[in-house]
T-cell receptor
């Protein structure tokens, strides 16, 4: 069974630029999560989808971050404009029931 | 109050010893609890799930859950250098939100 796919693996951008991350969850997994993990910290939930509906986006900085999940499968997370403090690993995870499985993540560096 | 609190690290144990990791959570309605292992530069990997009070064993790992005390722990028996990693505690609340602790870094000394 294929795992959660994310791209790109690495991205370096200048502050105020925009960036987008893509996630393809495990087939059949209705729940999709986007997390931000800053070095030395635990993953912080940004947004959670159930199929293509948003379950929780309370910690998503909506002035600069946006996310969508079209047709309840793939998802994209966008940052516009990026700030230096957005430098982090962005993790996508999916679950069918309770257990969630992570993709490899995208390491974003904002300079 | 943080949703998930883990014992602060780092934790250093000699090879062959038992590593003990602790976690407390604030949401009494939580039903699902997890331990993830994260190697440096890698993404979290699920190693244990526990849903009911008591112990659950899987190889050298034992998870313990006490819902009354809102406490979950992970024991790593016969610790190996390959167990050196950050261990993340997580719980799933009734609204299906999956929350993580800050993690405890374990180093196993050969």
């Amino acid at each position: 069974e294929a795992g959660v796919a994310q791209s790109p693996r690495y991205k370096i951008i200048e502050k105020r630029q925009s960036v987008a991350f893509w996630c393809n969850p495990i087939s059949g997994h209705a729940t999709l999560y986007w997390y931000q993990q800053i070095l030395g910290q635990g993953p912080k939930l940004l947004i959670q989808f159930q199929n293509n509906g948003v379950v929780d986006d309370s910690q998503l900085p909506k002035d600069r971050f946006s996310a969508e999940r079209l047709k309840g499968v793939d998802s994209t997370l966008k940052i516009q404009p990026a700030k230096l403090e957005d430098s982090a690993v962005y993790l996508c995870a999916s679950s069918f029931s309770a257990e969630a499985f992570f993709g490899q993540g995208t390491r974003l560096t904002v300079v | 109050q943080k949703e998930v609190e883990q014992n602060s690290g780092p934790l250093s144990v000699p090879e062959g010893a038992i590593a003990s990791l602790n976690c407390t959570y604030s949401d009494r309605g939580s039903q699902s609890f997890f331990w993830y292992r994260q190697y440096s530069g890698k993404s979290p990997e699920l190693i244990m799930s526990i849903y009911s009070n008591g112990d659950k064993e899987d190889g050298r790992f034992t998870a313990q859950l006490n819902k009354a005390s809102q406490y979950v722990s992970l024991l790593i028996r016969d610790s190996q250098p390959s167990d050196s990693a950050t261990y993340l505690c997580a719980f799933r609340s009734n609204d299906y939100k999956l929350s993580f602790g800050a993690g405890t870094t374990v180093t196993v000394r050969a």
